[in-house]
C-alpha cells in the first residue's frame, strides 16, 4: 500500500541519509525500481512528471499499477507515488487519483503566488495524509518543456514556504535536470546551508541527482539533504543496454524481437543503476 513520504523522509533527515526518488516512465522502470527496493530493504519514492503522466495513460492508470504491482510482487518497504514538479492543476488531479505525495512547483510564480497556491494545496494534503513538496529558486535544464538556469534559491523565501507546513522542500543550489554542462560550477553549499540554518528541521530535496559527484553528494545529505530525484541516469543506463542488445544483432536471433526479451537487459540496467544510488544515499537496510 502506498504511503506518503513524510516518515520515510523524517527518519532520512534524523538519519542523515537520503531517500532516491526515481522517476517511472512505463512497466518495466516501475517493476525494476520496485524490485530493487524490496531485494535492499530501501523506503523509495516513485517520481511521475506531468508529461510521463499522459505518457502512461494518466494518473488514475499509474495508481492502478503501482498498487497492483505492490500487491502482486509482495512489496512490504515503504513506497510513496509522488507527483514531481506538478502544476496546481495536474496536483489537484493527482490527489483525486489516489497518490500519496505531490510536489507543487510554483517556483516560477512571483514569491507571493506561490505561497498562496502552496498553502491551498497544504490544507487538502494534510488533511488526506499526503505529503507535500513546494520549490523555491528553479532548478536548471530542462524537464518536461520546463527550463531553468539553475539559480540559487533565496533563503528567506525558502522560510517562507517552509513555515506553511509543506513536508519538504526543493531549493535550488546550482543544481540542473538532465546531463551537467562541462562549465557546470557545481552545488553552492554556501546556500544550502544558509537555507538550511534558516528553514531548520524540515527535509530537503535535491533535485537533478544525475551527474553530480558522490562527494558533492554525500556532502549534501550531511548539510540536510533527504531527497534525492534521479531521472536521467537510468534512462542512460536502460538506453546503452538496449542499444547493445541491438547492435549485437539478439533482436534477430530466435524469439530476440520479443518485447519481454528486448526490454530485459534495460530493466536489468535500472536494477543495477537503481541499488548503486541506494548504496550512494545511505537508504540501504533502511525500511
Request: hydrophobic share 40%.
Amino acid at each position: 500500500m502506498l504511503v506518503s513520504a513524510k516518515e520515510m523522509l523524517n527518519k532520512a533527515m534524523e538519519g542523515h541519509y537520503a531517500v532516491g526518488q526515481f522517476n517511472i516512465n512505463n512497466l518495466e522502470w516501475t517493476k525494476a525500481i520496485l524490485l530493487t527496493a524490496q531485494e535492499n530493504n530501501s523506503p523509495v519514492i516513485l517520481g511521475v512528471s506531468e508529461g510521463a503522466g499522459k505518457y502512461m495513460c494518466g494518473y488514475k492508470t499509474i495508481v492502478g499499477m503501482v498498487n497492483g504491482m505492490i500487491e502482486e510482487l509482495n512489496i512490504t518497504v515503504p513506497v510513496a507515488l509522488h507527483l514531481d514538479h506538478g502544476s496546481f492543476e495536474g496536483a489537484k488531479k493527482c490527489i483525486n487519483a489516489g497518490f500519496s505525495s505531490i510536489m507543487f512547483d510554483g517556483s516560477h510564480y512571483p514569491i507571493e503566488e506561490n505561497i498562496e497556491k502552496t498553502k491551498a494545496l497544504v490544507n487538502a494534503c494534510d488533511v488526506l495524509g499526503i505529503s507535500l513538496e513546494a520549490e523555491v529558486g528553479s532548478i536548471g535544464g530542462e524537464e518536461d518543456g520546463v527550463i531553468g538556469m539553475g539559480e540559487c534559491a533565496d533563503p528567506n523565501e525558502c522560510k517562507m514556504i517552509a513555515d506553511l507546513g509543506v513536508t519538504m522542500l526543493a531549493a535550488g543550489i546550482g543544481n540542473i535536470h538532465g546531463k551537467y554542462p562541462e562549465n557546470w560550477a557545481g552545488l553552492s553549499f554556501e546556500t544550502l546551508e544558509a537555507i538550511k540554518n534558516t528553514v531548520g528541521d524540515i527535509p530537503l530535496v535535491l533535485h537533478g541527482g544525475t551527474g553530480i559527484p558522490a562527494d558533492m553528494i554525500k556532502k549534501a545529505i550531511s548539510l540536510g539533504v533527504s531527497k534525492i530525484n534521479v531521472n536521467t541516469e537510468c534512462q542512460l543506463y536502460f538506453q546503452e543496454a538496449t542499444r547493445k542488445y541491438i547492435e549485437e544483432g539478439k533482436d534477430l536471433q530466435g524469439k530476440g524481437f520479443d518485447p519481454r526479451k528486448l526490454l530485459a537487459p534495460g530493466f536489468e540496467a535500472i536494477k543495477t543503476i537503481v541499488k548503486e544510488k541506494m548504496e550512494l544515499f545511505g537508504s540501504i537496510d533502511k525500511a
